[in-house]
DNA sequence: CCGCGGGCCTGAGAGC
DNA sequence: TGCTCTCAGGCCCGCG
């Protein structure tokens, strides 16, 4: 599910009850998770400080005290949901919740300020992984991912040179995280209507000779920007998945232009076009045949 | 190295 | 109602 506006929703919501925070219990009711939780897992962070909570593509990393980094995927289906200390305030409500264990609830983290965060993920393509802070640079998970898109060093001549020689299609290379990291099926696909570029086109048609920037690379940045800025702002989008750490959903669903909408007229002002769905690579993909070129 | 297809898991929804 | 089938937002691996 999530992709990097999902991820920076839960990453916004989980940092005010982490960072400063103690884990003062860790319970990993579940290890085999898309790649196994060691055995060590709730020892290392047991007393342990979370320093800070950030992001990186679409993995979320809490910097510790001890010197080591907490890396968390959320794979297809992972959420997080916080119980605050606060609700001991409403003590019934409270304990209610604090004792409802649902399905699929594989690791718990009991802070020392009383909040109480829980990993889900019925899917158990998530998982975790703990690394020192100075091999984080060799960490395979991270290693080989691309620019940030919301970073300022993510610009036209950047995407055009990771696109630069590459046969494969638009689509497929905005889903490689070597070239641009964190986006998914859904971005990728309103960035590409938000951009007027067809999701077929080869990659190296946005490079120009010699790998130079074009003005295609330079209005796909743009998109690319504009729509994950519009969906962190609105929470992300929940299609199925997807839950803010408060429980609620995230509104950006709403906001598609292509996504899941075929059939559906082209929300282009003065385009006459019915979004189509194609598969490319396996994977769905939404479009508009008429102003997507 | 490159590009593609398969597989990992469970649950939701469609169709019968 | 209940069964079966298909599909789902990610990512890694192996093949040619």
């Known amino acids: ?115 109480i965060v829980t990993f889900n993920d019925p899917r158990r393509f998530g998982s975790m992984k703990i690394v020192p802070r100075e091999k984080l640079d060799e960490e395979p998970l991270l290693r080989s991912l691309g620019p940030e898109p919301l970073g300022n060093e993510f610009d036209a001549a950047m995407l055009a040179g990771g696109c630069k020689g590459k046969k494969t299609s638009l689509k497929s290379a905005l889903s490689d995280q070597r070239i641009v990291a964190g986006l998914g099926n859904i971005y990728v696909c309103e960035a590409l209507h938000r951009a007027r570029l067809s999701p077929k086109r080869r990659a190296s048609t946005i490079a120009g000779r010699s790998g130079a920037p074009t003005e295609r690379a330079q209005r796909l940045v743009e998109a690319i920007k504009a729509v994950l800025q519009d969906a962190i702002a609105a929470g992300g989008s929940s299609l199925r998945d997807h839950r803010r750490t408060d429980g609620e959903l995230g509104d950006f669903q709403h906001n598609f232009r292509v996504y899941d909408r075929a059939g559906k007229p082209c929300p282009t002002p003065g385009c006459n076009g019915v979004i189509r769905r194609i598969v490319q690579s396996a994977r769905s993909t939404f479009f508009c045949p008429v102003c997507q070129k």
């Open 1 to 115: 599910m999530p992709e990097l506006p999902e991820v920076e929703t839960v990453r916004r919501g989980l940092a005010p009850v982490m960072e400063g925070a103690r884990f003062r219990k860790v319970e990993a009711r579940r290890g085999d998770l898309r790649w196994p939780l060691p055995k060590d897992f709730a020892q290392r962070l047991e007393g342990n400080r979370v320093n800070g909570l950030g992001r990186r593509a679409k993995y979320l990393l809490a910097d510790l005290a001890s010197g080591d980094v907490l890396l968390m995927h959320l794979g297809m289906s992972g959420s997080f949901r916080v119980l605050h200390g606060s609700r001991a305030k409403t003590p019934g409500r409270y304990h209610h919740e604090r004792s409802k264990q649902r399905a699929h609830d594989h690791v718990v983290f009991q802070m020392d300020n009383g909040s």
